[in-house]
């Protein structure tokens, strides 16, 4: 699976964004998804994630309520929006997929097998 992450810019504070992660190679129905952000000098953090029935979702306590993950089979699209973005959301965003990936694994990225190229978010005070 190819991970090709767009979507990303410069907005003001309060703004919003929508992330997209589209996959290519094939179909993305069986597999669990994650976002994760990172600045220069820190570990890539979770942000948000899903298993492949996209049921439940999980979030960062620091993006729960104003970011929501989505997914969309049929466009073998994964998507993020970003809402009431603040300047501590400024980072490079990467999606992340795994097949089969467990609800307890969604947070780590070790688990995940395929990585997209990130887009970088920028929030402006």
């Known amino acids: 699976v190819q991970l090709q992450a767009s979507g990303g810019g410069l907005v003001q504070a309060g703004g919003s964004l929508r992330l997209s992660c589209v996959a290519s190679?094939?179909?993305?129905?069986?597999?669990?998804f994650g976002w994760f952000r990172q600045v220069p000098g820190k570990e890539r953090e979770f942000v948000a994630g899903?298993?492949?029935?996209?049921?439940?979702?999980v979030y960062s306590d620091s993006v729960k309520g104003r970011f929501t993950i989505s997914r969309d089979n049929a466009k073998s699209t994964v998507y993020l929006q970003l809402n009431s973005l603040e300047p501590e959301d400024t980072a490079v965003y990467y999606c992340?997929?795994?097949?089969?990936?467990?609800?307890?694994?969604?947070?780590?990225?070790?688990?995940?097998?395929?990585w997209g190229q990130g887009t970088q978010v920028t929030v402006s005070s």
């Open positions: 992340a997929a795994k097949a089969g990936i467990i609800l307890s694994s969604l947070r780590v990225p070790m688990y995940y097998d395929y």
């Open positions: 190679g094939r179909t993305i129905s069986g597999y669990g």
């Open positions: 899903f298993t492949r029935s996209g049921a439940t979702a």
